[in-house]
């Protein structure tokens, strides 16, 4: 069981939150050994009385990622709301993020050299992220409980279906079906064919952004453009900015920030200090630089990652920065990332030697899956541009009773669009199942 310790209690606008740490074991095949911290916030509804809270079921949230840190949250809205009703939500700073003990350039030196650290990292994948929850759920004193995984939630949430499922009541998912087995190579060329879709579909509402992004692109290969932080922004660099693709609620942001490219001064058409703004806080991976050292690891089962996304791309030309009109990128992490973010950099050789891992173990069980007995429901989006469709519904035909809504609605950020909607409706389906 995790040693715990509430570090405070809060209480405003509509909810009460409780700030809690567990010491868990960093490799918990030696729980006697390294303990690190997980941070969690319990996030209730002020509406329940004292008693009654205490009678609660829990629900755990696992976010996306990987390497990103529990919502931060000043009031129950969206999905929160909904699932606020009935449950205690414990929000995750899942390992080494947020004020969970943490993993970046600064703190992973002080492990060693680059091995000790790929070894270090190498405890940070979503069996480990399970085998916390489990420790948690017992420092609680919870029977069974509810998960919630979104985008790489959903993964971690196939994962405890795996390998803890008698610690779940109940599963729910969106957009987050994970391929069971497979090379990352698969993942790449589905979602390299669905972001060219994106691109073409983008391009078709805003036709004069296409000539502003070429513009843009030009003008960085001519000139040696530096970012506020100092650091080149490179035609691959700017790519990254296709992230905002990814969603039915931030997509239009890309056509607000592309009409603020340039500006014209003494010195001639320039990128405006605006633009190269909002631009740093879309490439640099300073506040999740885990997001990008593991991020072909959770793919990994058996066999090395060795760069999937970078080595697919060739058979993708459209994407390659010396395209005439290079189409822009979304969630792919290619090495050149760690040249180019200062906040990658220190780790590029460790992220090599992660890349380079080939005895990565299993994350998902097929076997019990297929014999799975835990109400599931998961929420497919159509269109998603970083959890493929058909990749998804393969994973969820695998799964026994897991209920899928698929939706064109929605894309990758559906909860973000309409989260109270779509989380009734997923628990409503695991109920019915």
């Given at each position: 069981?995790?040693r715990?310790?509430?570090?405070g ?8 939150a409780?700030e ?8 918990h095949?030696?729980?006697?050994g ?8 319990e ?6 009385p ?9 629900l ?10 529990g ?11 909904e ?8 929000m ?33 994948r ?11 759920r017992?420092?609680l004193?919870s029977?069974p409980?509810?998960?919630y ?11 405890y279906?795996?390998?803890?499922p008698?610690?779940?009541r109940?599963?729910l998912?969106?957009g ?24 073409a ?9 296409r000539?502003r ?7 960085l ?8 932080d ?30 603020d490219a ?16 909002q ?11 885990l997001y990008a ?5 959770i ?15 060739d058979e ?21 990332l760690?040249?180019?973010?200062p906040?990658?950099?220190?780790l ?8 380079e891992?080939?005895?990565w ?8 899956l ?37 939706t064109p609605?929605f ?11 779509i ?11």
């Open positions: 069981m995790a715990h310790r509430v570090l209690e809060h209480a405003f606008r509509g909810l009460r409780t809690h740490v567990f010491a868990v074991p960093l490799d095949g030696d729980p006697d390294e303990a690190i911290d997980v941070f969690a916030r996030l209730i509804s002020s509406a329940h004292a008693d009654v809270v205490a009678r609660l079921p829990w755990v949230y696992l976010q996306g990622g990987p390497g990103g840190r919502n931060r949250v000043t009031s129950l809205s969206g999905w929160m709301k699932a606020a009703k009935e449950f205690r939500i414990l995750l700073d899942q390992r080494g993020t947020g004020l969970s003990t943490p993993a970046d350039r600064t703190t992973l030196p002080l492990r060693g050299e680059p091995a000790q650290q790929a070894e270090y990292l190498s405890h940070f979503a069996d480990s992220i399970v085998l916390d929850c489990e420790a948690i017992r420092a004193g029977g409980w509810t998960v995984g979104q985008s790489f939630g959903g993964f971690c949430t196939l994962t279906l795996s390998i803890a008698n610690g779940l109940e599963a998912i969106t987050g079906l994970a391929p069971l087995d497979g090379p990352a190579e698969r993942v790449y060329r589905a979602t390299y064919a669905r972001l060219a879709a994106r691109n579909e983008y391009f078709s509402w805003y036709p004069e952004d000539a992004a070429t513009e843009v692109i030009d003008h290969r001519a000139h040696g453009v530096r970012l506020p100092g650091s080149r922004l490179s035609p691959e660099r700017f790519q990254l900015v296709g992230n905002l693709l990814g969603g039915n609620t931030r997509v239009d942001s890309l056509h607000h920030l592309l009409e340039f500006t014209h001064g003494a010195d001639g058409d320039r990128l405006s200090d605006s633009f190269l703004t631009v740093q806080s879309l490439v640099t991976r300073a506040p999740n630089p050292v593991l991020h072909e690891s793919y990994a089962q058996g066999e090395a990652s060795a760069w999937a996304a970078w080595r697919v791309l993708y030309p459209d994407f390659r920065a010396d395209a005439a009109e290079p189409l822009l990128l979304g969630e792919m992490v290619c090495p050149w760690f040249e180019q973010d906040a990658l950099a220190p590029a050789a460790t992220a090599r030697l992660l890349a891992k080939s005895d173990g299993r994350l998902y069980d097929p076997a019990r297929a014999e799975n007995a835990v109400p599931v429901a998961a929420a497919v989006y159509r269109d998603d541009i970083y959890v493929d469709r058909a990749l998804s519904l393969e994973t969820a035909g695998r799964v026994r009773g897991l209920r899928v809504w698929e609605d894309h990758h950020d559906g909860i973000s669009d309409d989260g109270e909607a989380f009734a409706r997923l628990l409503a389906m695991a109920r019915a199942a």
